[in-house]
């Protein structure tokens, strides 16, 4: 493939694509660049799992000192484990990218953003997620549509779109949005009690930014000459009979047993039931157990769906907009600074406040700088909370996710440093999970930093909130 690159004026800036020039012997690669921040995404296929009950994609960022011409620290002056911003990074970019494969691909896929060039005015970030989806247009992968990603910002009271590292730092709202040339496909980020309508106005602005974007990608895979051949999905065995002697078995007890509000009994129920399908079917389905098993769970996906959409009613009887029973303990730890209980429904999460000195700061090297954090907030998600037995490692993706997602919530409300010249940890322990513990987080650590004393400015609370649709119900 030969050198090509297409340029734009993006939210003022000027925005390059390119391909042919790094990584030819990827699947797909592209080069996006914003000022002298430059991300590389390349996309290579495996071999299919066809057996495989998940979608095996993997997606990493890495960013290396020497992209912003500096030596690691360390005794092996060599990078190690990723970042918390690398983490970070590479869960942004899964997020909006994944959906957006056909659900009968099941080959193995890697896509790898590395920052090859960091100035210290642009966050490579957003940047990397145009880049993938580019790498994904070039490649031969199935890939629906393209997909990119601006960050927009608020300073001087004004919206912009890529704002500099100095004017997100500034600003009252920093917001990641990606999406389609129709829709918006992911929003993240954080905001210093900014009303609604900014959000609104700041999406919206995104998107405009966006369809830029998308159209510099298709023009991209145009003058590179890339022909992506139709998908043609592997062919499906008929099990609609099946699914039909699935369906008579437990039409007329499924309901109530899904719908059971007491989660370990909604499960050991649904686990009987399943271990009853499979003992009457397998004769008449021999070594099918793994499509019963999918059959009971597209019936409890549907039943679910169409109760929510013809009755308003959720699982244990809730309506729409119905929040679980909540109890809120404090100071149930008598060692911490400061704890709280916080428990919805059969969600609860531990929290305790810890303080410490200037010496308690830690110190973060970025390839963007390096500073010390006085103020940090960890999430652990042990296996017991959900009932199950798992290896206990290093902290995982999602706990370092979850945990980010929780400290940017409360930064906005913790008091400035020359009033409270205290180094902050909060610590949150998910005791049992069924439903949004992060947000559950968000509201245990607001309570367990007014029982150490600290001197928020108001409370914050976290919900999660999701969308069923069917046509236009």
Same mark, same amino acid.
């Given at each position: *493939?030969?050198?090509? /690159? ?9 925005v ?53 011409g ?15 911003k690398?983490? &970070? ?13 056909? /659900?009968?691909?099941?080959?193995? &896929? ?16 957003? *940047? ?31 919206l ?12 009252t ?13 992911m ?21 405009a930014?966006?369809k830029?974007?998308v159209?510099m ?5 145009? /003058? ?7 998908y ?18 437990? /039409? ?18 649904i ?17 099918k157990?793994?499509? *019963? ?26 309506d ?20 709280a ?6 969600t609860?999460? &531990?929290?305790?406040?810890?303080l ?19 103020? *940090? ?48 940890r ?39 909130m ?8």
């Amino acid at each position: *493939m030969s050198y090509q /690159k297409v340029d734009a004026i993006i939210g003022g800036v000027n925005v390059s694509l390119e391909t042919g020039r790094l990584a030819k012997q990827a699947g797909g690669a592209a080069v996006a660049r914003i000022g002298d921040t430059m991300v590389l995404s390349t996309a290579c296929a495996g071999n299919e799992l066809p057996n495989s009950d998940f979608f095996p994609l993997t997606v990493e960022f890495i960013a290396k000192t020497y992209a912003a011409g500096k030596i690691p620290g360390g005794y092996f002056r060599r990078e190690g484990k990723p970042t918390e911003k690398e983490v &970070l990074c590479a869960r942004m970019i899964d997020r909006p990218v994944r959906p957006l494969f056909p /659900k009968t691909y099941k080959n193995e &896929l890697q896509i790898i953003n590395t920052v090859i060039s960091a100035d210290d005015t642009y966050d490579p970030d957003a *940047m990397a997620i145009t880049a993938s989806s580019c790498a994904l247009c070039l490649s031969d992968i199935p890939f629906l549509m393209p997909i990119a990603a601006v960050r927009v910002g608020s300073y001087d009271g004004k919206l912009k779109v890529f704002p500099t590292l100095a004017e997100t730092e500034a600003g009252t709202l920093s917001l990641i949005v990606a999406g389609s040339e129709d829709s918006i496909v992911m929003v993240e980020g954080n905001a210093t009690e900014v009303k609604e309508s900014v959000i609104v106005d700041a999406i919206m602005l995104a998107h405009a930014e966006i369809k830029k974007l998308v159209a510099m990608q298709k023009e991209l895979v145009a /003058k590179a000459g890339v022909k992506r051949e139709p998908y043609v999905a592997p062919e499906q065995a008929d099990e609609s009979a099946l699914r039909a002697d699935v369906l008579d078995i437990v /039409k007329d007890r499924f309901h109530e047993i899904s719908f059971n509000g007491d989660k370990k009994a909604r499960y050991k129920g649904i686990k009987e039931l399943l271990a009853e399908v499979q003992e009457k079917l397998k004769e008449k389905y021999p070594e099918k157990e793994k499509v *019963m098993a999918e059959a009971l769970h597209d019936i409890e996906k549907e039943d679910m769906r169409k109760t929510i959409l013809e009755k308003g009613i959720r699982i244990g009887g809730r309506d729409c907009d119905t929040i679980r029973p909540i109890t809120c303990d404090l100071d149930i730890l008598p060692r911490a600074h400061g704890s709280a209980l916080f428990t919805r429904g059969e969600t609860q999460s &531990l929290v305790a406040t810890t303080l410490g000195t200037k010496l308690d700061e830690q110190h973060i090297e970025d390839i963007q700088g390096e500073y010390d954090k006085s103020y *940090m907030l960890h999430y652990n998600f042990p296996p017991f909370s959900v009932g199950e037995v798992k290896r206990l490692g290093s902290v995982s993706r999602r706990e370092v996710g979850h945990g980010h997602l929780a400290e940017v919530s409360l930064a906005p409300i913790l008091p400035n440093e020359k009033s409270f010249p205290y180094t902050i940890r909060i610590v949150s322990e998910i005791m049992e999970s069924n439903g949004s513990s992060s947000m559950a987080t968000v509201c245990g650590g607001s309570l367990s930093l007014m029982a150490a004393g600290v001197p928020v400015k108001t409370h914050v609370a976290g919900v999660a909130m999701g969308l069923v649709k069917d046509e236009n119900r």
